[in-house]
């Protein structure tokens, strides 16, 4: 599916969600903090499906195995496909990996139908593959290990501050294989997503989300128009660190072609938009990643009414 494709199929999904109100994101800071050998923690079997449609299935990762799949997924559609600068360690090891990875929940969409063969043609038995992946990383276990990774770019800890009684949820690493860029994956991942958040009765969520290039002035348009029609409101508002801190406000508001500038946008980034979400002060740069990152916030609150319709008290549409 091209990139064209991919966009209007992430627009015709996320129309039904609508708020009244109006790769690959991002994750990448590696950490020397966390101490070693934190085991990853294990759903049962039971628990750690969270919905099907057809042939594909998302549910949580329960193993070491499951991990490495999601982070060689992750490596291919970063480092292999897209604009990433690996080094020596990742690209010898040919995954997408840092010290997040051992206290995050990680989503998964694999296909049961895919057929992995040898050589000679024979099936071979091996797991249906992962195509499609989100990091979870939640405030109780951020805050055992030193905090959110969009601490590195974004101060979200004077944000969380002023709302002791609510639990954040950091999404992140989210990436899909191309040729399963289409409604049903993000439906599927947006179903697993929803049904987390219900399960552990999670408040906020928040995140780091990407542009492609580091040059601001070509992204005047996207930039700027998130600023003005996206900006978090003042309790939600959260900012760039000031070493870090590129404006984002570079054309005046009745300048802007808002057309113009959503078709800029990455399907992503759009698709929070939809849902009802925020956007930080400022971007980063991220240089080794070949992007611009930008600061996501979405109240679970602020959800438009359609969308909790659908993935809420229905949510067995999509049961496994």
Known sequence: MQDHDLVRASLRLMQRWTPAAIRAPAQKFMPGWLPAGIPLVAPDSESARLGRIGSLEVRLAQSKKDLKRAQRLRYDVFYKNGSAIADAK????????????KICDHLLVVDHEQKLRGDGGAALPRKPP????????????????GGFYSESEFDVADMIARHPHLRF?????????PPYR????????????????RRHRLDVMIGCASLEGTDPGRLALPLSFL?????????????????????????AKEAI????????????IKGYLRLGAFVGDGAVIDHQFGTTDVLIVLPV?????RYIQHFGAEADRHAA
Not at 227 to 251: D, K, L, T, Y
């Open 90 to 101: 990742t690209l010898l090891a040919r995954r997408d990996k840092d010290d997040f990875d």
């Open 130 to 145: 992962v195509v499609g992946t989100y990091r979870l990383l939640r405030q109780d276990a951020a805050d055992r290990h």
């Open 257 to 268: 072609d808002p057309k113009a500038a959503l078709h800029q946008l990455p399907p992503l």
């Open 182 to 197: 289409n409604k049903r994956t993000v439906e599927l991942l947006w179903h697993g997503i929803w049904t987390y958040v």
């Open 227 to 251: 600023h003005h029609f996206a900006a978090a409101p003042a309790e939600w508002q959260a900012s760039a660190h000031g070493s870090r801190r590129v404006e984002m406000n570079r054309i």
């Open 301 to 305: 609150s602020a959800i438009s009414a």
């Open 169 to 177: 949820l950091e999404l992140g690493r989210s990436c899909v294989l």
